[in-house]
T-cell receptor, first 115, second 110 residues
Framework: DTAVSQTPKYLVTQMGNDKSIKCEQN?????MYWYKQDSKKFLKIMFS???????INETVPNRFSPKSPDKAHLNLHINSLELGDSAVYFC??????????????FGNGTRLTVT | GENVEQHPSTLSVQEGDSAVIKCTYS??????FPWYKQELGKRPQLIID?????GEKKDQRIAVTLNKTAKHFSLHITETQPEDSAVYFC?????????FGTGTRLTIIP
């Protein structure tokens, strides 16, 4: 059973479109994250939610909007897609968020290509 | 905020030799330092982590050392094997978030 699953695995779309990526974790973790990995492999945090509450919101264009309907799900919606949004987006979860250290468990990634 | 530097960016070693990857961090309040391995086309996976109250940790062929005074930590892989070829990321946690280094592409030469 996949602990952190995200869909779709691949997403090819045109500039200006709106798209969503879904993420679910079955680990019972409190905290979920979205990371972006660009072509140079840099891993950069975008958002973090703890028990459905937004706790980290990095300098990300407001075209990106995360939504957490419950603590097991964290979706990412992207409006008006641009070429520079092409990247691999990783969802992750950890048992604890604030104040306590626990490792991240990553999903398999969604490769977004904007043409 | 936290800044993590990682060196080298690429590393090639002969199979059976050792590999060392080094990271420095800027936030003296950081207290958790994991290492992740990412194989081609796969997700990053935790291979070892160390907390600030420990100077060294070992797990079979992998070890991590931490020098809090100098604010640097290192990953050591001994007796390297072809399956060790991957991109390795260090990370440091200060405040609320984990900041990753820029990655090291390790290639094991048979």
């Amino acid at each position: 059973d996949t602990a952190v699953s995200q869909t779709p695995k691949y997403l090819v779309t045109q500039m200006g479109n709106d798209k969503s990526i879904k993420c679910e974790q079955n680990l019972g973790h409190d905290t979920m994250y979205w990371y972006k990995q660009d072509s140079k492999k840099f891993l950069k945090i975008m958002f973090s939610y703890n028990n459905k509450e937004l706790i980290i919101n990095e300098t990300v264009p407001n075209r990106f909007s995360p939504k957490s309907p419950d603590k097991a799900h964290l979706n990412l919606h992207i409006n008006s897609l641009e070429l520079g949004d092409s990247a691999v987006y990783f969802c992750a979860s950890s048992q604890y968020g604030t104040g306590r250290n626990s490792p991240l468990h990553f999903g398999n990634g969604t490769r977004l290509t904007v043409t | 905020g936290e800044n993590v530097e990682q060196h080298p960016s690429t590393l090639s070693v002969q199979e059976g030799d050792s590999a060392v990857i080094k990271c420095t961090y800027s936030d003296s309040a950081s207290n958790y330092f994991p290492w992740y391995k990412q194989e081609l086309g796969k997700r990053p996976q935790l291979i070892i982590d160390i907390r600030s109250n420990v100077g060294e940790k070992k797990d079979q062929r992998i070890a991590v050392t931490l020098n809090k005074t100098a604010k640097h930590f290192s990953l050591h892989i001994t007796e390297t094997q072809p399956e060790d070829s991957a991109v390795y990321f260090c990370a440091a946690r200060g405040n609320e978030k984990l900041t990753f280094g820029t990655g090291t592409r390790l290639t094991i030469i048979p």
